[in-house]
């Protein structure tokens, strides 16, 4: 299991610490498993592989649909809105024109 942001003070441990099994497709908020879409994984996923730089948008779209499909302006910010309201308002911060970022910057 990958572990990922998830308290204020980004402290490992506690009731909020989020974790991620990508095989098994299970994300986990303390003790609590969070059902997520397949977008809403993908994204996470997403974010996790460059957790604390910033992931441009484009980029996230094409990571999950393949850029095959032409996708509305607002999709991503739709999955990333279900993301923290499952796993906390403070876990992905967005960099307006650009993207967005999980956890604190590097």
Same mark, same amino acid.
């Given at each position: 299991?990958a /572990? /990922?942001a998830g308290t ?8 909020d ?10 994300v986990?908020?303390?003790?609590q ?7 809403? /994984? ?15 948008r484009?980029?996230l779209?094409?990571?999950i ?7 509305e ?6 999955y990333v809105?279900q993301?923290r309201?499952?796993?906390?308002d403070?876990l992905?911060a ?6 967005y970022?999980l956890g604190?910057?590097?």
């Amino acid at each position: 299991a990958a /572990f /990922f942001a998830g308290t204020p003070n980004g402290d490992a441990a506690g009731p909020d610490r989020n974790s991620v099994d990508p095989v098994r497709r299970i994300v986990m908020r303390g003790d609590q498993h969070i059902r997520l879409s397949m977008h809403e /994984f993908r994204t996470l996923l997403a974010l996790m592989e460059r957790q604390g730089r910033v992931v441009p948008r484009s980029h996230l779209e094409d990571l999950i649909y393949g850029g095959s499909t032409t996708i509305e302006s607002n999709t991503i910010a739709v999955y990333v809105h279900q993301l923290r309201r499952k796993l906390g308002d403070s876990l992905i911060a967005t960099v307006h024109g650009y993207g967005y970022r999980l956890g604190p910057e590097r």
